[in-house]
């Protein structure tokens, strides 16, 4: 099942208390408008875009996942966090899968190696092959380094990998909250 989701971010540093951080704030051009209000609160807002829900359609459509990858109709995984899209509003969609059989290094450095349609990886670099990883982010944005995009969550289970695409996509009248301190927002994926 792919649910559609239509969220204000939160703050992108409370976002990457997941079970892996991945890098850290970086600079980026050619951001939507800043504003001075403070991340949002995660609660549901109506965008109803077209365009930014076809274009996160788009995205989701072109995930691509190592063989063996199994779509899900629901989480595998008690995921205990979410990305928080730092600009608002975003038209958003989720999706999950399984790979049996491989750990979170590898799933994580096979995602890094194959982008996602014409996104480009916010990853800093390739994981070591370790077991003992149980999670880790993998972001990719386009190459103009807007705040969306698809930003991939990757747990271990028993017996593989669990999932889950998280991918928005900015509306027409999306407004980036300025960092506190002036700071830089990490990009989708690194916090």
Do not use: H
């Amino acid at each position: 099942m792919i649910r559609s989701r239509k969220v204000l971010p939160i703050a992108s540093a409370m976002a990457v208390i997941v079970i892996g951080v991945v890098g850290c704030a970086s600079a980026v051009s050619s951001p939507p408008p800043q504003s001075t209000a403070a991340p949002s609160t995660g609660e549901p807002q109506s965008a109803s875009d077209p365009a930014a829900q076809a274009q996160a359609q788009a995205w989701l459509d072109a995930a691509a996942l190592p063989s063996g990858a199994v779509r899900s109709q629901s989480s595998p995984f008690a995921f205990s966090s979410y990305t928080g899209w730092v600009c608002e509003p975003v038209e958003e969609l989720e999706a999950f899968w399984t790979i049996p059989n491989m750990t979170v290094a590898a799933a994580a450095n096979w995602l890094m190696s194959n982008p996602t349609g014409d996104l480009v990886t916010t990853a800093v670099g390739p994981w070591p092959d370790d077991q003992d990883i149980d999670g880790v982010t993998v972001g990719y944005t386009p190459a103009d380094g807007t705040y969306q995009g698809v930003v991939y969550t990757l747990a271990r289970m028993d017996d593989g990998v669990a999932v889950r695409a998280e991918v928005a996509a900015l509306t027409d009248s999306a407004v980036c909250a300025t960092p506190p301190g002036g700071g830089t927002w990490g990009a989708p994926g690194q916090g």
